[in-house]
């Protein structure tokens, strides 16, 4: 009898760790887990006499053509968001009074007039910002670098976005398609530039928002961190690591890499069983919670001179039908209210909705030493666009928009 349960039980173990190694495998787990258990100590919960400040950042690969729909679907998608946006969200304010924002990264191979101009009036009624997307494959970097540059010269000088710097030199936030950042796709596809880091440094990106990317092979051994990736022409993936903002000198060649949360949710079980993987998504599947968001937070993805300011660097893809009820629906309207209702019940605790562009500022900031408020900070070093000025001065908003924004 004694034999014949241990027996079972050998037998249990055996099945359980062939789950876990399959999910491991699947999940491309073995790339950044070593990582993740060297970060134990480091990941932990707030405690409640520490002051938090949430900063808050939707970065949204923004694909009208998503599976491949007529031009008509795709506007469809657009005028979705233009109308509805403002009308579900437009009502919330965050601790410095400022409404919910989108970072629309758009992709530089789905541009078409029409779709830019409806997210412009968004942008303008203070609802977010414009950066840049891009899929490519087997491409090469001289390629790659005219495409970044036309690109971001068209969004200036037809739609009034991006930030320039003092300088004069036009910059922008970049994610990449498919998650291949500089050549990292195990199998060379969905890229072909080894030091794309470079040609993006060089064009004037001034952060690259793509991480995290799993469960994609492309997922770096780098997690939870803001760094420093310096560029290795002779091969793909340089920033699988590199030098951590605020706990080395900045490197002069280095492009600073803005990660969102990865972790496992053992809270959140498959089969009751296996961890599910939280990655910082936000789609139908994945709605947003403050469940998650205390999960964010254990990341504690942070400037060191600033362990009050939590950076919570989430993404999404929002034009598709799919995304709209998680982010323009119920799930999206609790979560802000509830938000809310944490920070008027805990004066150590707030939240503030920024863009991309904001929040390097806040890293940058912080990294300078910057003791003074979140919102004092806010343009730090990249001044906002013309946009957010330009077009609300000349009126072009429609009425649901301006309504919104003067609530």
């Avoid at 409640?48 to 031009?71: A, F, N």
Wanted: proline share 8%; charged share 25%; hydrophobic share 40%.
């Amino acid at each position: 009898m004694i034999d014949d349960i241990l027996l079972a039980l050998a037998g249990a173990l055996f099945v359980a760790m062939l789950a876990l190694l399959v999910f491991v495998r699947l999940r491309n787990l073995d790339y950044w887990l070593p990582a993740y258990v060297i970060d134990i100590p480091r990941r932990r919960s707030p405690r409640r006499d520490e002051e938090v400040h949430v900063i808050l950042c939707l970065c949204d690969h923004y694909e009208p053509h998503e599976g491949g729909p007529s031009d008509a679907v795709a506007m469809a998608r657009v005028e979705a968001w233009r109308r509805g946006y403002p009308q579900q969200l437009g009502h919330f304010r965050d601790s410095d009074g400022r409404t919910p924002k989108h970072t629309y990264f758009f992709p530089a191979e789905e541009y078409k007039p029409e779709y830019l101009d409806a997210l412009a009036e968004l942008c303008a009624a203070g609802f977010g910002e414009v950066e840049i997307h891009l899929h490519h494959d087997g491409d090469t970097a001289e390629n790659l670098r005219e495409t970044l540059l036309a690109f971001k010269r068209l969004l200036r000088d037809r739609h009034g976005m991006l930030s320039e710097r003092a300088d004069g030199e036009l910059v922008y936030g970049f994610i990449h398609g498919n998650w291949a950042l500089d050549n990292s796709h195990p199998h060379g596809l969905f890229c072909g530039v080894n030091n794309e880091l470079d040609v993006l440094r060089e064009t004037g990106c001034y952060a690259d928002f793509t991480l995290p990317a799993a469960p994609s092979p492309c997922q770096t051994r780098t997690i939870n961190r803001l760094y420093y990736a310096i560029d290795d022409p002779a091969r793909p993936r340089s920033h699988d690591r590199g030098v951590e903002v605020g706990v080395g000198p900045r490197p002069d060649n280095g492009l600073l890499i803005v990660q969102g949360p990865l972790l496992l949710d053992w809270s959140n079980r498959k089969w009751g069983v296996l961890p599910r993987l939280e990655n910082a998504c936000v789609q139908d599947s994945q709605p947003p919670s403050m469940a998650r968001l205390r999960l964010w937070l254990r990341c504690r993805i942070q400037v060191p001179t600033r362990p009050d300011w939590f950076f919570v660097k989430l993404h999404c893809h929002g034009a598709p039908e799919w995304s709209h009820f998680s982010l323009l629906g119920d799930p999206m309207v609790r979560f802000h209210e509830q938000l809310a209702e944490r920070a008027k019940g805990d004066v150590r605790f707030r939240y503030h909705y920024v863009t991309a562009r904001e929040m390097v500022n806040l890293v940058k900031a912080a990294e300078a030493g910057w003791a003074g408020d979140v919102a004092g900070a806010l343009d730090f070093e990249l001044p906002p666009p013309p946009i957010l000025s330009d077009l609300a001065s000349r009126g072009r908003q429609p009425p649901e928009v301006r309504a919104a924004a003067e609530a």
